[in-house]
């Protein structure tokens, strides 16, 4: 690799099964090829393989400094929480630090500090969530962090929550309200659902392990049939993702409606124009960690569309407060709202562009 600064370092996150984050993925494939702009996919821990996705493995500082830009792509990237548990606990599961205590200083280095050996370098954070960036971390991250947001040239939180966290922790940087970056994967025109005969379903997180008779309930009511994605199993066989990623899309693109638990589903199926009913533990009030679903009631009420979320946690007839949701937000009542991000979202894109096309200051 050359060690004069160049191109750009486009940052994803540790992605072993999740077609949804794979999503992301794909978004910084089109969107930076399409700006015609010399960036490398860049991992810090692995795979280095996601589908058709190919990523360069960077592991220290050093590495990272070879590039003029670093661009970190959605996720909790350059959250402290995702630092402190997630990254830190994988780098002791693969014996690479001894303890997360070890792994920590990297992680600032690589996450907070890409300026460090090479204080021309430009840095952006487009799409990442801070929920939980707030919670108790180690000793001077509260002014790794306010030194990140003031330096960085745009930092673009997902949702307004996080946007709202950030400005709390550091209101003197650049920051404007992004959006996931799996919105910004654009699809081909999608079919007539008018006479489709089935919804789609997946449950992997809040309720993995929850009986799912009340889908054979929602069936029984709307007279329509179950389809299964398998969106969290990237992994098995890997050579076949893509495909697999496109024909789970195709499905998505013909239900009358999706009905699940995870997140990045809930907004690949609202970026066809398909309903998408997003169930979640309404007891979780704040992030604890980056699978919570807090994030949900985020990016909801960032789309307008409270009356998708339906609370697990409530007893009483689950399938029918679903198919009543599903109702509520039929025609207009889903149109409008959608209609209205997606010229937040062309806005978004323009910024983006600009941001990442200016000269170096």
Not at 76 to 105: H, I, Q
Request: charged content about 25%; aromatic content about 10%; proline content about 7%.
């Amino acid at each position: 690799m050359s060690t004069t600064p160049g191109g750009i370092a486009v940052v994803s996150a540790h992605n072993p099964l999740s077609y949804g984050m794979y999503s992301v993925d794909l978004a910084a494939e089109q969107f930076f090829g399409e700006l015609g702009l010399p960036a490398t996919h860049v991992v810090t821990q692995g795979p280095t393989r996601s589908g058709r996705m190919r990523f360069r493995l960077v592991r220290s500082p050093q590495e990272l400094a070879a590039f003029g830009t670093v661009v970190y792509w959605g996720d909790f990237l350059n959250n402290p929480m995702w630092g402190e548990r997630d990254y830190a606990g994988r780098e002791v599961k693969r014996g690479w630090s001894a303890t997360r205590e070890a792994a920590w200083p990297q992680w600032c280095e690589l996450y907070l500090d890409p300026w460090r050996l090479a204080p021309a370098t430009r840095v952006f954070a487009i799409g990442g969530c801070f929920l939980g960036a707030d919670g108790p971390a180690p000793a001077g991250t509260a002014e790794r962090f306010a030194r990140f947001i003031r330096s960085a040239e745009l930092v673009a939180p997902r949702d307004g929550r996080s946007l709202e966290t950030v400005r709390r922790l550091e209101p003197g940087g650049r920051l404007e309200e992004g959006m996931d970056c799996a919105w910004l994967l654009r699809h081909p025109p999608p079919p007539d659902r008018s006479g489709s005969r089935y919804f789609v379903c997946f449950l992997g997180r809040t309720l993995r392990g929850r009986d799912r008779g009340f889908l054979d309930a929602l069936a029984r009511r709307t007279g329509l049939r179950p389809v299964w994605l398998d969106w969290l199993n990237l992994d098995k066989p890997r050579f076949v993702a893509d495909w697999r990623f496109r024909q789970m899309q195709r499905r998505i693109a013909g239900a009358a409606f999706v009905v699940t638990d995870t997140y990045h589903l809930v907004i690949n199926a609202l970026n066809r124009g398909v309903p998408a009913v997003c169930l979640h533990d309404g007891s979780q009030s704040a992030q604890d960690g980056t699978l919570g679903d807090c994030k949900k009631v985020a990016l909801l009420e960032q789309l307008g569309l409270p009356g998708l979320l339906v609370d697990v946690t409530t007893p009483d007839d689950l399938a029918g407060r679903i198919a009543a949701a599903v109702e509520a937000t039929a025609g207009p009542a889903l149109e409008a709202p959608l209609a209205a991000f997606a010229r937040r979202r062309a806005d978004y894109v323009d910024l983006l562009r600009r941001a990442l096309e200016a000269p170096p200051p």
